[in-house]
């Protein structure tokens, strides 16, 4: 069954052996760096897309260490592998984030950014928190809309009221 399900990603990603293994890569990295939450898509698809794509990079490129970012952190020197790991978990929650509707999650991408230059870091540790920060704040934001919803619904028969007129 594994190797079924990757013979349809190598089909579905257009890789196979017969193919420029650096341009394979390339179109690889690229197509997760770019990718982006499509309209009307579900944001679970969307990271499950997201994750396949992280899967073809990590086949035709390898895995994607950061190591320039993680030395900058003080504890590099005694976990150099933990602190790459961690650090790759972040920009990859990171680029999960900029993939994400902006007319949705613009406004959550703004205040965390005003948050870590305050000295506030509220970004994920990883892609699977980010996606369940994205769920949470889609969640107060349906509320939000179906309440502003509901009001303006309100306001609109009020204002157009037989009596009223």
């Not at 997760?32 to 992280?54: C, G, I, N, P």
């Not at 592998?81 to 990171?94: P, V």
């Not at 950014?113 to 704040?137: I, K, R, W």
């Amino acid at each position: 069954m594994a190797g079924l399900l990757r013979l349809i990603k190598d089909v579905a990603f257009d890789s196979n052996d017969k193919k420029y293994p650096p341009m394979q890569a390339a179109w690889a990295l690229k197509r997760l760096v770019t990718a982006r939450q499509h309209e009307k898509e579900d944001l679970v698809d969307h990271y499950k897309r997201f994750q396949s794509l992280m899967e073809m990079v990590e086949r035709a490129y390898g895995e994607l260490a950061p190591a320039v970012l993680a030395e900058k952190d003080q504890a590099y020197k005694r976990d150099a592998e933990g602190m790459t790991t961690a650090e790759q978990n972040k920009m990859l929650a990171c680029m999960f984030l900029d993939g994400a509707d902006k007319t949705m999650f613009g406004y959550l991408m703004k205040n965390m950014g005003n948050d870590y230059a305050l000295g506030n870091d509220t970004y994920p540790e990883d892609v699977e928190s980010a996606l369940q920060v994205l769920l949470l704040y889609q969640e107060g934001c349906t509320a939000s809309q179906r309440r502003r919803r509901i009001f303006n619904e309100t306001m609109t028969k009020w204002w157009n009221c037989p009596l009223r007129n």
